[in-house]
């Protein structure tokens, strides 16, 4: 099948190389990387031996040449990376091409990972869990008073190695109501002994992504370990709850088993103790090039769980204006079970 | 003119409010700004008072309800701002609407700014210079060996004041032929004594971007001044090239010029230097909620400069594997001339 790829983890997971100004062409045999002269020089030393280097001033032009030049009558693309007036300068003077629609065409090949991605995943998680280590030996030395908005940038300065690796997101972290929000913003609330403390972050390593969520009980001598006691009786049973959900997720999961069956596992614990409603997001996504991506692991995924695939499991609990709970981390499906990489 | 918008700066120029999974619906007296539940009470806090925000779980559809419901049958749009997918699931089920692709309907609007507008613009520039007095004091008094990476890591703290503040841009730090790059990325180099520094970066202030470049010649008691004494003379009087393009092209900006004239001011100026293959770029680009926008300063533009656009001028030099050089500096064009923010 030929197709045309815009997207630059897809251009970096077909070619070896990407940039932000790049149209892919892809043939049965060959792919044509067409960009500038800015990205030519950097394009030709990083490529894989399956891809040409095409410089051109006007990537549209030059991508109708080469689809007429080899003959190519029809072509998928993905409707959801391509922006309608890019695709219009490609399509508007190719009357006679067929032009595919096929959505995820390029996510859907990235779901299995390959031994190498996986180890690049592997190496991404260690990076980014020692980040979480080096946050909490910083928080139970510093005597200054930290609010989310401190302490955010002090992680990011742990999870960067001080400008070193990438991250993968913007981090959060937040502190007990806070907490309530899945995507909390930092806030100038300052953190306290007893407080909260939730943290969801994870670094890049050649580009694959981490992703890990811990919640913490801030008292002295704390840690991100999964083992926390919290003074609140109702927190500590959320917290165990959540704990409990993420362990036989991870237990259960097997290959050829529905996404949806995997996120039932986990909703039926928690809704069992109490807090269907306040499980408000699924249960877990693909990570990869890109940090949320297939397969997805929630109600109603119908994707079918295969070896070599890579995804969180990441149940939570939200009780708005009191607090939230949230556990997560990265698994790879292997014959035998899930693995937490 | 009715119009859909989906670009987030675009969503909030025209409703006080911007989020990552809205469409606006604008009509002639109202905007409607649709969107999921996650996002509706912020919404409703923050939107201006020609704007009703409407919770939607599928937001094409409700989209499609109000279109509908207030008898629209012709319906802008800039084909920039859409992804195909996301278009054609609110497209198709209203065979009825003209659609009519308008590129850059939104940004045009925007390109001559408000004094409120104008003042945040003022704030984000004189925060973000800063960041740069901020880092040649750190440079002068540290006696550690600085790489790139570190360096870019260093600025980032100083312009965000460590975590307040949000970037324009991801910094551009680049030492010596480093700096020929005009978008270079930092490496593992040292900052040694003698060294050519060019430090590109800015931050936001309520969303409004500032921008800003010097290069400097790294040496005892140091700052990104313009005077600089670079011991390499070929750096030196390249130096005084662009920085008197720089300079005239502020002078002689007036408003009803076109973009090109502008920009020609400049290139004349450092073609007679000897150096017109070496500045590689435009001369400037329209600064707002966008880092890059309306107008553009370039050979082609045929924009006729208006009072209250702010744009910057940044004439380079750069040659490959020696040196780069670039001065930039935000502009307001107001009746007797342009003024540095």
């Known amino acids: 099948m030929n197709y045309l790829i815009k997207d630059e983890n897809s251009q970096y997971y077909k070619c070896g190389y990407s940039c932000d100004n790049a149209i892919v062409l892809s043939c049965e045999n060959e792919n044509f990387f067409i960009t500038d002269s800015r990205y030519t020089t950097e394009a030709n030393e990083q490529v894989n031996k399956n891809t040409s280097v095409i410089e051109s001033s006007d990537l549209a032009k030059t991508t109708r040449e080469l689809i007429r030049k080899n003959n190519i009558f029809t072509i998928a693309y993905d409707p959801k990376e391509w922006k309608i007036s890019d695709f219009e300068n490609l399509k508007e003077k190719l009357p006679k091409v067929n032009f595919k629609p096929k959505e995820n065409l390029t996510l859907l090949q990235r779901a299995v990972k390959s031994d190498k991605e996986i180890s690049f995943l592997k190496e991404a998680v260690s990076l980014g869990s020692k980040a979480f280590d080096n946050l909490a030996s910083f928080l139970n ?9 401190n302490l955010h940038f002090k992680a990011n300065e742990f999870l960067t190695s001080f400008g070193e690796l990438e991250l993968s997101f913007d981090p959060i972290l937040a502190i007990n109501e806070n907490a309530a929000k899945p995507h909390a913003k930092p806030t100038k609330n300052i953190l306290k002994k007893d407080d909260l403390i939730l943290f969801d972050a994870g670094v890049k390593y050649k580009r694959y992504c981490s992703d890990r969520t811990r919640t913490a009980f801030f008292s002295n001598d704390f840690d991100f370990s999964f083992a926390q006691n919290f003074k609140n009786q109702k927190i500590q049973k959320a917290y165990d709850l959540v704990l409990r959900a993420h362990d036989e997720a991870i237990k259960q999961a097997k290959i050829g088993m529905k996404a949806s069956e995997l996120d039932k596992i986990a909703r039926d614990i ?10 408000v997001h699924s249960l877990g996504h693909g990570v990869g090039l890109n940090i949320h991506e297939f397969p997805f692991i929630n109600k109603k995924s119908q994707t079918i769980l295969e070896e070599n695939m890579v995804f969180t499991i990441e149940p939570g609990i939200y009780i708005p204006n009191e607090f939230g709970i949230r556990i997560e981390d990265m698994v790879v499906l292997k014959s035998d079970g899930a693995y937490i990489l």
Chains 1, 2 share one sequence.
Request: proline content about 5%; aromatic content about 10%; overall charge neutral.
């Open 141 to 149: 030395k510093t005597k200054e008073p930290l609010s989310e908005q």
């Open 270 to 279: 928690i809704a069992k103790g109490g807090y269907e409603k306040e499980f």
